[in-house]
């Protein structure tokens, strides 16, 4: 007898733990941003500075996973979570972990790499058809040097142009 459809929806089971990468997600408006980087890079600052500027421009807003997020392909998409035991929460450097209103899961639209001290400079010009493949799932995706308030502005502006917001 086939299972019904809900429960071939259904997570992985305990014993199959969901392959966790070093990231920050958080949704903006309809689509899912998976920001990616070495320890120290800016991960959550960036995460932080994209929903006050999201928020300031009136879009919808909130953290998926800080640290630790699930990836997965599902249906064609690429399906972020964010682990269990810190949903919710987020680090702001200087002031500790803070507890952030949070979305289950999103569909990621735009993979954003944050490359650090040792990364080329910021190209002038984002490449627009810049993408990645992560578990087989083509995405677009932005090279940032360095998290600043000025290129969450950016990252959204980007994902505008591409349909999301």
């Known amino acids: 007898m086939n299972p019904p459809a809900a429960a071939a929806e259904r997570d ?8 966790y990468i070093h990231a920050t997600a958080l949704a903006i408006g309809e689509a899912g941003v998976l920001i990616r980087g070495p320890a120290g890079t800016g991960k959550s600052r960036l995460a932080l500075e994209l929903i ?18 699930a990836i997965e392909a599902r249906g064609g998409r690429l399906i972020a979570r964010g682990h269990p035991a810190i949903a919710g929460q987020i680090e702001r450097r200087g002031e500790g972990i803070i507890a952030l209103p949070y979305e ?28 990645i493949s ?11 040097d360095r998290p600043s308030p000025e290129l969450a502005g950016m990252v959204i502006d980007h994902l505008l142009r591409m349909g999301n917001g």
Not at 55 to 68: I, M, Q, T
Not at 134 to 140: A, D, F, K, S, Y
């Open 104 to 131: 289950g899961a999103v569909v990621i639209r735009l993979v954003v790499d944050l490359g650090g001290k040792a990364a080329a400079p910021l190209l002038r010009l984002p490449r627009p058809d810049a993408q």
């Open 134 to 144: 992560l578990r087989g799932i083509c995405v677009p995706q932005l090279c940032l």
């Open 52 to 69: 006050a500027e999201a928020s300031r421009r009136g879009f919808f807003a909130h953290l998926v996973g800080d640290d630790r997020v």
């Open 12 to 19: 992985e089971p305990a014993a199959n733990p969901k392959p």
